[in-house]
């Protein structure tokens, strides 16, 4: 992601999630999605844009939008990835990794989302 400022001449609150876009090495990958998407919720709630981004907006972008949706409105995680396919029509590569889709999968198929902490990580 560079090494930069985020956005030049502004001030913004830059919180990084260590979400490797590479199989096998994220060690607690569905916590990280949860946790990640819970951040994004509690900034939200708290009336602040959120630039969601990685790498190349093609995997970890959409696994933690999709988990976001899920938490913010309720959306089922299945339909918030076909929604994300759609509008991310310049690149989707989700499917091309498989570990990063199917958390995302067995998030929506397991009690996992009900079972996360209360409170979501802060930093």
């Not at 990640?36 to 939200?44: D, G, I, T, Y």
């Not at 844009?49 to 938490?71: D, E, G, I, K, M």
């Not at 990063?100 to 397991?110: K, M, Q, S």
Request: glycine share 6%; net charge negative.
């Amino acid at each position: 992601m560079g090494a930069g400022p985020v956005l030049h001449g502004t001030e913004v609150e830059h919180i990084r999630v260590w979400l490797v876009d590479s199989q096998g090495d994220n060690a607690n990958l569905h916590y990280v999605l949860d946790q990640a998407a819970c951040e994004v919720l509690r900034l939200r709630q708290e009336g602040k844009r959120v630039l969601l981004h990685c790498y190349a907006r093609q995997s970890c972008t959409p696994a933690v939008a999709a988990v976001f949706s899920h938490l913010a409105f309720g959306t089922d995680l299945r339909t918030a990835l076909k929604d994300l396919r759609t509008t991310l029509v310049h690149g989707w590569h989700l499917s091309e990794h498989p570990e990063l889709h199917n958390a995302v999968d067995e998030l929506a198929t397991t009690a996992a989302l009900e079972a996360r902490p209360a409170e979501p990580f802060s930093g």
